[in-house]
């Protein structure tokens, strides 16, 4: 693609702020925080997830890494849902993210019928991931253990998320499109540049396709970096700064509305 080195120094930029994030979120005082400690881990999601899809540029599989970069934007607005739920009760909130992430394990066990269970050494037994359920049921309540089944300990699908949190365009623009590689019903990516009767213009496309990708891609870890910050204490607060700046002002840099708005 045009110009992956420059998109690549961007995405190194970035990794190395998160790499000091994730020393200071793992380091005392903040592993004594169960909030710290959960948003670490969507962090480290995140992180991860960019990493990967800088992988999948660099081995010109930019059609593969669409699929992360869904990934990126729904950890973008998870992280800030959770910061307005833990602004309201952050044990609450910290004990329903936790919750909801048992129950979805309960669901997914009990779909595979608890084959395997007894393969692994302590694991608990169907009858004691069953009684745990109906205990989260009697806290939350039957129509509120359905939504967080289904969607997480926010209840609400993706597209309500992004509407609450004003990020309803980049969600109808970017993880609508770059859904159809989850879902794999799409063939066009792979079949247009070989039927193609305009070469040119086609290429034209697949370099506004990814610049627009790399710049969300680097924009939802960079919000997500700047929240974490912030609750740290704000110390890379100068180089997340520079490191936007250099973002804004790369000649393919495509800015994504709304997606830096929010605060933690």
């Given at each position: 693609m045009k110009a992956w080195e420059s998109w690549d120094?961007?995405?190194?930029?970035?990794?190395?702020?998160?790499?000091?994030?994730?020393?200071?979120?793992?380091?005392?005082?903040?592993?004594?925080?169960?909030q710290i400690r959960i948003l670490e881990g969507m962090f480290r999601k995140s992180f991860d997830s960019l990493r990967a899809v800088q992988l999948l540029y660099g081995a010109s599989l930019p059609i593969q890494a669409q699929a992360l970069i869904r990934v990126l934007l729904e950890a973008r607005i998870d992280v800030e849902i959770f910061l307005r739920l833990c602004a309201e009760d952050p044990v609450?909130?910290?004990?329903?993210?936790?919750?909801?992430?048992?129950?979805?394990?309960?669901?997914?066990q009990r779909q595979s019928n608890f084959v395997g269970l007894d393969l692994v050494e302590g694991a608990p037994t169907p009858d004691q991931l069953l009684e745990d359920e109906k205990l989260l049921i009697e806290r939350y309540g039957k129509d509120a253990i359905k939504a967080m089944r289904r969607h997480g300990f926010?209840?609400?699908?993706?597209?309500?998320?992004?509407?609450?949190?004003?990020?309803?365009?980049?969600?109808?623009?970017?993880?609508?499109?770059?859904?159809r590689n989850i879902h794999n019903t799409d063939y066009m990516e792979h079949l247009g540049p070989r039927v193609t009767t305009n070469p040119d213009r086609w290429k034209q496309y697949e370099d506004l396709r990814d610049h627009l990708a790399l710049s969300t891609a680097i924009a939802c870890?960079?919000?997500?970096?700047?929240?974490?910050?912030s609750l740290l204490g704000g110390e890379l607060v100068d180089q997340l700064i520079e490191c936007w700046r250099e973002c804004t002002t790369f000649e393919h840099w495509v800015p994504v509305p709304k997606l830096m708005e929010g605060s933690p």
């Open positions: 120094g961007l995405i190194h930029g970035i990794t190395l702020i998160c790499q000091t994030l994730l020393k200071k979120t793992s380091s005392p005082p903040h592993t004594q925080s169960a609450a909130a910290a004990r329903k993210l936790l919750d909801a992430m048992m129950l979805q394990k309960i669901s997914q926010s209840g609400m699908s993706v597209e309500d998320r992004a509407e609450q949190l004003g990020l309803s365009e980049p969600y109808n623009i970017i993880y609508r499109n770059f859904s870890v960079w919000r997500t970096a700047w929240f974490i910050d």
